[in-house]
């Protein structure tokens, strides 16, 4: 699965550290605690009594009373003595009915299980088939999207999500990952209803009374959690590989934008099948979009669910590098890693997302090249370093109490950990390995030592450092660097020094490191082992070094300070050959302010860089410098700049200038006139951040204004936020309201937020929005009263949190914007994700997405920003809703 928003990123959303101001605050904060503590996945796999191995699912569903009406039918084989009942997870299900083996059968119910009892004494090995008949009005798991008197043109959608535990909710079953068993799916839906599951389309009968009833029905084994079921009003496309049926599915009306966002599908499975060595593994590959998903996507098995925000307007793709590829891309890996070969338990999640994260870099690095793959690998490494709570904190761990299983370092580090490893092993064993990996645990649950032992058994080389330090501990090096030159000798001799504090998960790392040194014969290419906390390295030179580079191309996950003069640094970013080096370079020279060779050096990289990567850096760099020959660079640029990518970033730069006369001018010039749509918006934007006096009557038109996915609207509604005139907030109050489009609420509840602090009804009205059924609705309010900062929301928050409808990772973020309330002092170490927006938008080289594409995680990560998660599937979002656990019981019945 992958946060929106890469998601999205992850998206995608900081998870900040936690700060308690007064004893009040910690009582509370611990009670949340606690709280969570009861909700958390089950970090442990389960033991079993009994074997799943096939599920016969026959769904019927009620929309008037958002119910579905079960028929499940459980194949199962006993693993253990004196199992005298089964055990199926199950919450909020009315149990009409049970029999085993046809027989009825007693049963009891809790809060969260259905208990069956057995008859006679099983021995193992024992048979039976458990039939089931029930009801239920889930509040997660399966969800009802429905037209209503606020969007009467809704398409009728239902649609099922299972990771990490949520199956339970609409169907009784055994719900963990360390089973697996095959399905049949059987829905009878409306006649013009379209239905989506896992496995073969088996056939469509008519049902009678306007009814059919579709069979599907897959022959592979899987988790539960990797179960689907969508029914409803859908437009399809098709396409195939060789003999592998591909289809895509859009909210009708939609259908148009389903092949310009989802075509090059095909060239990825080609591409894995060819690097993975095992081609894709199931009947089909259907890629289904529906609305208000509460994930970027989810992999199920053959049948990817993903947010129909992946389907962007097709004018507006030229202007996206990549678009939508890193969602696609990272779900379509999974139907290997996490499907085919599924993770025993949740602490071992990084052997889902992580290979799915770094198959993003896989294809980037096939269709886009290189620079591009390695400019995403850059960004997700100082995102994953700029979140500080992720560092002390082991890939593999199983204190879910305290955080969250599904984070950035499954994702973002985790792709990074898998990069590092193919740059360590070489591309041939890497590959070879994988294959292995997968040929020897096909259908099987795994843990990372069963990684550990594929890959010692095709190379014959001891990973178990490797592993130790980047999976089993926690963090990753920060090097202090320094070198000289001595000219007698020939030879530089290079200081490293692990500047990380050693402590509890965290030690000294030993890695291989390449080291450049260019002089004015040329570069060459040397290895240093590092190891130590402290260590000096001697390297023959020529001739004084133009350049040295350390850790060349960055394929080490490290942060590093290089005490370099001004000279190298501006041949660095001149003569680098790799975009990560060259990058380095940029954000150092972007420190030194009012130096003309600077200011020239950038501007160069602005204009003539080969990659369109470097020439955003350079303008987000200008941005962050604001002196006025900074500003005439970025105008000019315009005039040579071309991609639509890289003239948002130089307009998105010009913001930062306040204090130019005629600078609200050229930018409502270029919000009418550019040929870019992200141009124009970033225009927009610029214009609220300028402050300008003119600005409100220009935003207020442009929010009147139609573009393809709203894009201008979208940025004048923000823009009334940066522009902090309390004038706007009549017309942010309308737009918020329900009736609008659902991403133009989000957009105004953020901006709102930031309007009139003083005025509880404005903080009343944002947190009347957490009780919308809406995914989208409920993050803006939840993300938009924390960045107010009226303490007066916590209770609503506090209520909130009580529900038990809530989708994947809102437990945390609401937590945590009710810690930001309560401890404001510590909050403003923080920034809220509108001040993570706006200095994005300014150039901020910490901010966490760069260059735009789409479902930017990467593209990591993944979570840290709102809109670009409804907007781009920024990131990627990554983790999995805690759950409350079984309380009493609930309902017991016995049939005779």
Known sequence: MIELLRSAATSRNRIRSKFRAVAAAAICALA??????????????????????????????????????????????????????????????????????????????????????????????????????????????????????????????????GESEDTRYYLPTYDYPNDRLTTETIMTVPSSWITVANGKLIGVTDAGNGQKTWTWRESQPSSTYLITAVAGEFDEAKQSLRSLPLTYYAPKGRGDRLLPNYERTPQMIDLFNKKIGVDYPWEKYAQVMVDYFVAGGMENSSATTNTADSLRDPKLIPEYPGNEDELISHELAHQWFGDLVTCKDWANIWLNEGFATFFETVWTESHYGKDMASYNLWWTERNWFANSNLYDKPIVRRNFDQSEEFDDNAYGKGGWVLYMLRHQLGDDAFWRSLKHYLEVNRGKNVVTPDLI?????????????????????????????????????????????????????????????????????????????????????????????????????????????????????????????????????????????????????????????????????????????????????????????????????????????????????????????????????????????????????????????????????????????????????????????????????????????????????????????????????????????????????????????????????????????????????????????????????????????????????AITNRLDHLEELIEQMSDRLKSMESRLPAAGKTQSQSQQ
């Open 32 to 161: 949340l605690s606690l709280s969570l503590q009861l909700r958390a996945d089950e970090p442990y796999a389960r033991t079993r009594d009994y074997d799943l191995q096939h599920s016969k699912i026959a769904l019927k569903f009620d929309t008037d009373q958002r119910k579905v009406i079960g028929d499940v039918t459980h194949s199962v084989s006993i693993l253990r003595e004196n199992t005298t009942r089964l055990a199926f997870d199950s919450v909020g299900l009315t149990i009409q009915s049970v029999t085993v083996n046809k027989s009825a059968a007693k049963f009891e119910t809790t809060s969260a299980k259905l208990l069956v009892t057995l008859p006679g004494t099983p021995k193992v090995g024992d048979k039976f088939e458990v039939e089931i008949r029930y009801e239920g009005k889930p509040n997660k798991g399966m969800y009802f999207i429905l037209p209503d008197k606020n969007y009467p043109k809704q398409p009728i959608e239902i649609w099922t999500q």
């Open 453 to 857: 032992k594929a890959i010692e058994e095709t190379t014959h080389i001891n990973v178990d450092r490797f592993f130790q330090q980047w999976i089993y501990s926690a963090g990753a090096p920060k090097f202090d660097l320094a070198y000289t030159y001595d000219a007698e000798k020939h030879q530089v001799a290079l200081t490293v020094k692990q500047t990380q504090k050693v402590e509890s998960n965290v030690g000294i790392f030993s890695a291989p490191v390449d080291v450049e040194i260019t002089t004015a014969s040329g570069p060459k290419l040397y290895t240093a082992h590092v190891y130590k906390a402290a260590e000096n390295f001697t390297f023959p030179s020529d001739s004084a070094p133009l350049m040295v580079l350390f850790d060349k191309g960055n394929h080490i996950l490290k942060s590093v300070k290089f005490n370099k003069e001004k000279k190298e640094w501006l041949y660095q970013l001149q003569h680098a050959t790799e975009v990560p080096d060259r990058a380095d370079a940029a954000v150092a020279l972007g420190k030194m302010k009012n130096d003309e060779e600077v200011v020239a050096a950038l501007s160069a990289t602005l204009n003539s860089d080969p990659f369109w990567g470097m020439r955003v850096l350079s303008a987000q760099t200008f941005g962050k410098i604001g002196d006025p020959s900074a500003l005439q660079h970025l105008l000019a640029a315009l005039d040579t700049n071309k991609e639509p990518v890289v003239r948002n970033y130089i307009v998105a730069s010009i913001g930062n200038f306040k204090d130019a006369a005629d600078l609200p001018a050229k930018l409502q010039s270029i919000a009418a006139n550019d040929s870019s749509y992200r141009a124009r918006a970033a225009a927009l934007e610029s214009l609220g951040r300028t402050k300008s006096a003119d600005a409100l009557p220009v935003l207020t038109a442009a929010v009147t204004s139609d573009s393809p996915d709203d894009i201008l609207r979208n940025a004048a509604l923000r823009s009334l936020g940066y522009l902090a005139n309390d004038k706007a907030v009549p017309l942010l109050i309308d737009w918020s309201k329900p009736g609008k489009a659902i991403e133009s609420r989000a957009v105004a509840i953020a901006s709102l937020a930031r309007l009139d602090k003083q005025n509880k009804e404005i903080t009343q009205q944002i947190a009347s929005y957490l009780d919308e059924p809406y995914f989208n609705m409920r993050w803006s309010a939840i993300h938009a009263l924390g960045a107010r900062g009226d303490a007066s929301a916590v209770p609503a928050l506090e209520a909130l949190l009580k529900r038990d409808d809530l989708s994947i990772e809102m437990v945390p973020e609401i937590k945590d914007q009710i810690e930001r309330l309560q401890s404001p002092k510590q909050a403003k170490k923080h920034p809220s994700q509108d001040e993570d927006e706006e200095a994005q938008a300014e150039g901020d080289d910490d901010s966490s997405t760069q260059g735009g594409s789409g479902a930017n995680s």
